[in-house]
């Protein structure tokens, strides 16, 4: 290929991100949470399409293609990331089943203490919901506590799953920064 070729498909390309740009990134920062990922599926996007450029594959509507590459990498984002549960952090009981938060609480059999114990930490588990936004909170209660399916919430309340994974992670990533001097301090015991 010859420099004025390149440097005419250079050009063009460079248009094509300058127009797309900020429309491609509204696209995507609607369906993905985290600002950092945004950035990222974006640069991905935009390096695919300057591949397919390279290559010479034809790409008949480029705003078209764009979106379509752009909703790819959302939902392989989204393969990839696990819905992080509140108790991931416990691990697995001696049975190799996965302990819930009821695990993780002092037995009220354990004594005084214990059952001490467990009126704190159930109270700050309280305090620390009662933080969250609503849309938050009423996700990771329905998910976590009541074992509800987050395709089930979807159907109930309209609301996407991605959205509702989402929101079930910020939640989540609260919870576990908030909850963590209670955690140390009751190891320490």
Known sequence: M???????????????????????????????????????????????LVEAHRLLKPIDYVTGWLFRVARNRITDLFRKKRPENFT????????????????????PEAGPEAIYLR????????RALAELPADQREV?????LEGRSFKELSAESGVNVNTLLAR?????????????STHDEFLRR
């Open 119 to 126: 009126g704190v930490l159930l109270g700050e588990l309280e």
């Open 2 to 48: 010859s420099v004025t070729a390149t440097m005419e498909q250079d050009r063009q390309i460079s248009a094509v991100i300058a127009e797309e740009q900020s429309r491609l990134r509204s696209f995507i920062r609607r369906r993905v949470p985290n600002e950092n990922d945004v950035e990222d599926l974006l640069q991905e996007v935009l390096l695919e």
């Open 140 to 144: 990771f209660v329905a998910h976590e």
């Open 88 to 107: 991931d952090a416990a691990g697995v009981g001696e049975d190799g089943e996965l302990l819930q938060i009821e695990d993780l609480l002092p037995s």
């Open 168 to 180: 079930k992670r910020y939640a989540v990533l609260h919870l576990r920064r908030r909850l963590q």
